[in-house]
């Protein structure tokens, strides 16, 4: 049940995740922060199997940190959607990473992009981007409301309408949402909206 | 002699390693390196050679970062010396992907001492012709750190040291003059060390301060002003000392 998404805006890209960490019926927690930053202008929503998520998006992280180190600039949003496809693809015949992934990031020269990588390596760059059952709502709702260069404020209105979609209509709705947005000022945490407190 | 020094692994009778000592002498002929530890700040200076007009200077950075914290300058074979820093740098990410905290400076020190001094004990391979200064902040505690590595393999904590050509009259006048500093007094301090052996400028300077905040390579400007300012000190020490002896 776990819903991810995203979209780009004018001059930022926004991706919305839910928090909660769930076993069969148990919810282990309802705050689990799954959009990793992933450097100064890079954000990775995940969603999937819990232990091939912290340990993909972790080990993405540092070799695009490494990468950064080596060659004294940091990895296009482009270059690292490409990495991480193809260390999916790598893996898919062996022992695939079951991992969803939205990408964000924002490049000056590029400005900002979104990319969706799902677990069996499919890449695309995209302006909006869903998965999980969440996305047959969110998806929808994005569909009808979304249009190029949007604000930030028409872009976090139309999260939330997809938050709220997600959380009438799917039976067993996430309980909170992180919001995290990527512009040419860095990627950052933007907001959450709860139901619960944890 | 001679044949004990053609294979690494072999002792010659009366206890050395003449591989070892060959790759010192190669980091005696390297280019100066200095490194000062003060209070809130570390400085790595580097001689930087000017003949060459036609390079790119750019290309050629002589202090790297290890990691966001961690610094390193080194004098010897700079092509040993790509190969020990990428292996450091892909262990720090790798020691922060395992057990999610940045490498101690005394860890990564640990490491790429333990590197070279494999390099001394294997078959048909020859030590790394380089030695090391590495500089951070333990991400902890918050204590800058000056650490110095050697071919042999050897390491051990600084307050301040140098390596490379003419690395003992440098160490003589920091074994002098060295006092706690911070900031802009130690950024000095090493410069005036690197200065007693190589000529004076900004272009044959290489500087790089490592603060909490990280490090940051001084531009040439920068660095000709403090050049400036310890020429004119020198000057009035100078003066100083020629004036009361004209009064009596």
């Not at chain 1, 872009?155 to 009438?168: H, V």
Request: glycine share 8%; with cysteine.
């Amino acid at each position: 049940m776990e819903c991810v998404f995203g979209m780009v805006g004018k001059g930022f890209a926004l991706v919305v995740a839910d928090t909660s960490a769930v076993n069969s019926i148990l919810v282990h927690k309802s705050n689990e922060d799954k959009i990793m930053i992933l450097d100064s202008h890079k954000l990775m929503g995940a969603s999937g199997e819990a232990g091939d998520r912290a340990q993909f998006t972790e080990y993405v992280q540092k070799n695009v940190s490494l990468y950064q180190f080596r060659n004294g600039i940091p990895l296009t949003t482009k270059a690292a959607a490409n990495f991480m496809r193809g260390e999916l693809a790598t893996a898919l015949r062996k022992n695939p990473y079951m991992v969803n992934i939205v990408l964000a990031g924002y490049d000056k020269e590029t400005g900002p992009s979104l990319y969706f990588i799902d677990y069996i390596a499919t890449l695309h760059k995209v302006d909006k981007a869903a998965f999980g059952y969440g996305s047959y709502f969110s998806l929808a709702m994005m569909d009808r409301h979304y249009h190029p260069d949007m604000t930030v404020e028409e872009a976090i209105k139309l999260a939330e309408q997809c938050i709220e979609e997600i959380r009438s209509r799917l039976v067993v709705a996430p309980q909170n949402f992180v919001i995290k947005i990527v512009d040419k000022d860095g990627a950052r945490e933007h907001s959450w909206r709860r139901t619960t407190k944890d | 002699m001679a044949r004990y020094d053609r294979a690494i692994t072999v002792f010659s009778p009366d206890g050395h390693l003449f591989q070892v000592e060959y790759a010192l002498e190669a980091v005696r002929k390297g280019n100066a390196a200095v490194g000062v530890r003060g209070t809130d700040t570390i400085v790595l200076g580097v001689e930087k050679k000017s003949t060459v007009k036609l390079q790119d200077s750019r290309s050629v950075r002589k202090i790297v970062s290890l990691d966001d914290h961690i610094a390193l300058a080194c004098a010897g074979l700079k092509a040993d010396a790509r190969v020990l820093i990428n292996k450091a740098r892909i262990e720090c990410q790798s020691h922060r992907l395992t057990v999610e905290d940045p490498v101690t400076v005394e860890y990564i020190t640990r490491y790429i001492a333990g590197l070279q001094q494999k390099y001394t004990q294997s078959g048909g391979v020859r030590p790394f012709g380089l030695s090391t200064l590495i500089v951070g902040f333990d991400p902890y505690t918050g204590v800058p750190s000056l650490y110095q590595t050697d071919p042999s393999g050897t390491f051990s904590a600084w307050k301040a040291n140098a390596t490379g050509r003419n690395s003992n009259s440098m160490r003589e006048f920091l074994e002098k003059n060295y006092k706690e500093t911070s900031g802009q007094e130690t950024i000095k301090l090493a410069i005036r060390a690197l200065l007693e052996v190589v000529e004076s400028g900004g272009k044959n300077i290489e500087v790089a301060v490592m603060t909490k905040e990280g490090l940051r390579q001084l531009e040439e400007a920068e660095i000709d002003a403090i050049v400036a300012e310890i020429e004119t000190e020198k000057a009035a020490a100078e003066a100083a000392k020629k004036g009361p002896a004209k009064e009596t």
